[in-house]
């Protein structure tokens, strides 16, 4: 009796064992960690948010619950959770509770295709600590961030009220606009990697140029597309100088106005895991995502398991300062207005990141996709012809939008004086 | 497939029909019920006979049946519903089901190129146009359904020479385990000794990159569209520009200048001009 169970239970340890040393068993964990790990950076990026606010301000910021104010995400959390959770009488139910929860899940499931850490070797194998490392990894990640604007645009019309519907509106036309550019840069990339799979576009950018001085990372090759690229995340994020969705002196909060307790800590979480996924997604594209240049550890022939934690933490830097500076951006800059931003996009960056393509696409007709020297030059031409044209236009970017119609009286009902009266 | 199998079809989908005709939007009808039950069924004998008749009972056919059934479910609910919202929500929903569909033949380039463009892009449009257009109300072009007879005749006839031709396909080939994608193993491990569910999750090894590559869909789709089918594709690229200058030429009215209106203050000076240094 007491030989099987303890059989039974060698057997069964061995099994886990294996489940767990598999690509499933490791994909498994690593999406339940993440997951794990994910909720509480973003909680406490929420109070780092707040604390480089006051820091910038001149203030404590929360420094009451707990030391230095480190038990603040908790209690905020645990308000979320127990707050009254209000559903109001003229809101359309259904899509009222759906919004946060599409904004979650969506904020979240593009963790999925992240790199973390290259490869683990446990035994004889190698695995990828990636929980899925599909061929699409790139466009995956492109077709969840286009999907993040359901959340907002839901939450903004089920809400049955101006101000969300406003936010949402906004939201969507923000969303539409800015994708457009992004994709842009994203194809830079695509076409100068040759590949979709986000783990093999981190491996192509731990060589050396300049006989191992400079990593061959992206963001050498193509600077104006990684700013081009950052704009348009702090744009798809909802962040400030882009937050017109929630801008709070004009629509009171926008499409969250609505929205308490829990349902607008999902929002919240939401908005903050997008921001951690975008970091990561530029850090791979352009920062050459776990690797480290000079750091043993952090090349891709390490496959121990400390090497491993240290590329995920190198990654993990990477997106701590991608987040500081979109909280830096946050606490600095004003919110454009809404002409400006739709003139930005379509008369700004569209254009930029046309000739980038464009140029990505005669460097690879000549094969010097992957030489500095011409994609730097030709960004900087870029960049220049650019400012030139700024500097040189009679219509500045800010300013009055000039090219409103006129509104005669005809369409007006003979009514104009009233109005101005 | 026999032709017994297509008449099962015919039967299943005019079931399907009679369902969706009860089910579209009409005021004065009072029996979405019997609607929602034919369709219901219609939607289970046809998941049934699949399963018997064309098989698809390898792994993953589970997740087939599930986003089978909400794709041809939520298709349903894009017509009936009352709201127009709420049918693009729905279309969104079916975009997504056949995406996953796609996934499962592995066709990920295909499955995500559709989220993107359908889900990511044109349904947002829609939800935009909607929004903006109708706030509060329904107007009767939502409630009441243009011709439903012809409209589910129509859909009856499309769907009957699909199923009329499903006798010439040929039997399913799909093996009952995924293929195994040819991976680059560690020395001293042949490819066999991995379970079919760790390759398929992407198993490779450092530096060789190219290898997954060679075997990709998105490769394979690419290789044929930019030879076989190139004039195609420019020419498809070439209408839709045609098309979106057209939309923007045929939208663009020209506004009377008011007479009356003063000049415009010089740009960047809000209300009263500013003297230069």
């Known amino acids: 009796m007491l030989d099987s169970v303890t059989s039974w239970a060698s057997e069964c340890s061995t099994c886990v064992v294996d489940f767990a040393t598999s690509q499933l068993g490791v994909s498994v964990i690593l999406a339940a960690v993440v997951f794990g790990a994910m909720q509480g950076v973003v909680s406490y990026s929420i109070y780092f948010e707040r604390k480089i606010a006051a820091w910038m301000q001149d203030r404590r910021g929360p420094n009451r619950t707990g030391p230095l104010g480190l038990f603040q995400p908790i209690a905020d959390g645990l ?122 576009i981190t491996l192509a950018q731990t060589g050396y140029w300049a006989n191992g001085l400079i990593p061959q990372w992206n963001v050498f090759l193509h600077p104006l597309a990684f700013l081009i690229l950052f704009i348009t995340v702090l744009a798809e994020t909802n962040r400030t100088p882009f937050d017109l969705a929630e801008a709070e002196q004009e629509l009171v909060g926008g499409f969250h106005t609505e929205y308490g307790a829990l349902k607008f800590g999902m929002f919240f979480l939401g908005e903050y895991a997008h921001m951690i996924t975008s970091s990561a997604f530029i850090a791979v594209l352009f920062l050459g995502g776990w690797h480290l240049p000079f750091v043993p550890w952090a090349q891709p022939e390490a496959t121990q398991w400390y090497a491993v934690l240290f590329k995920m933490g190198v990654l993990g830097a990477k997106i701590c300062g991608f987040l500081f500076v979109m909280i830096w951006l946050r606490w600095t800059l004003l919110r454009f207005r809404f002409d400006q931003l739709m003139r930005m996009a379509w008369l700004g960056l569209i254009p930029m990141t046309l000739a980038l393509f464009l140029l990505t696409v005669g460097l690879l007709y000549f094969d010097k996709h992957r030489s500095p020297v011409w994609a730097l030059g030709g960004n900087a031409v870029i960049l220049f012809v650019s400012l030139a044209y700024v500097a040189m236009s009679s219509k500045p970017i800010t300013g009055r939008q000039t090219n409103m119609p006129v509104i005669s009286e005809r369409e007006f009902g003979g009514s104009q004086a009233e109005v101005s009266a | 497939m026999t032709s017994e199998a297509a008449y099962i079809l015919y039967v ?70 009352r709201r127009p919202v709420f049918s693009a929500l729905y279309f969104v929903v079916s975009v997504i089901a056949v995406a996953a569909l796609m996934v499962l033949q592995e066709a990920e380039f295909l499955a995500i190129a559709l989220i993107i463009i359908y889900a990511g892009a044109i349904l947002v449009t829609y939800l935009f146009v909607m929004m903006l257009a109708q706030q509060s109300g329904s107007p009767v072009y939502d409630v009441r359904a243009r011709e439903p007879f012809a409209a589910v005749v129509a859909g009856f006839i499309l769907m009957a020479a699909v199923a009329g031709r499903a006798g010439d396909l040929p039997e399913a080939k799909r093996p009952a385990t995924i293929p195994v994608m040819q991976t680059h193993t560690p020395d001293g491990l042949a490819p066999d000794d991995l379970a079919p569910g760790e390759s398929a999750l992407g198993e490779s090894t450092l530096g060789d990159p190219v290898e997954f590559e060679m075997e990709s869909h998105t490769l394979s789709i690419a290789r044929v569209l930019m030879t076989k089918y190139v004039v195609v594709l420019e020419l498809s690229g070439v209408l839709l520009l045609v098309s979106m200058v057209g939309a923007i030429a045929m939208s663009r009215k020209v506004v009377p200048v008011d007479p009356n209106r003063p000049a415009p203050t010089p740009l960047g000076e809000v209300g009263k001009s500013v003297e230069p240094f």
Request: glycine share 14%; proline share 4%.
């Open chain 1, 79 to 200: 308000k979320f959770v127990f707050k009254e959770d209000i559903l109001p009488n003229h809101v359309d139910k259904v899509l009222f509770v759906l919004a946060p929860t599409l904004a979650f899940i969506v904020a979240f499931i593009g963790f999925a295709a992240i790199p973390w850490g290259g490869q683990l070797q446990i035994g004889d194998r190698l695995l990828n600590i990636q929980v899925a490392n599909p061929d699409i990894g790139l466009l995956y990640l492109l077709g969840v961030g286009s999907m993040s604007v359901y959340g907002v645009v839901l939450g903004g019309w089920a809400s049955n009220n101006k101000y969300s519907f406003y936010g949402g509106i906004r939201a969507t036309a923000q969303m539409i606009s800015y994708e457009i550019p992004m994709g842009f840069c994203i194809l830079v990339i695509v076409l100068t990697m040759g590949t979709l799979r986000l783990e093999n």
């Open chain 2, 12 to 81: 299943v989908f005019a079931l399907g029909a009679v369902g969706l005709y009860f089910l579209l939007p009409n005021p004065g009808r009072k029996s979405a019920g019997v609607g929602a039950a034919l369709g219901v069924a219609a939607v289970g004998a046809l998941l049934v006979f699949l399963s018997q008749k064309i098989g698809g009972r390898g792994e993953g056919s589970g997740f087939f049946y599930l986003f089978a059934g909400i794709a041809v479910l939520a298709a349903g609910r894009v017509v009936t519903h």
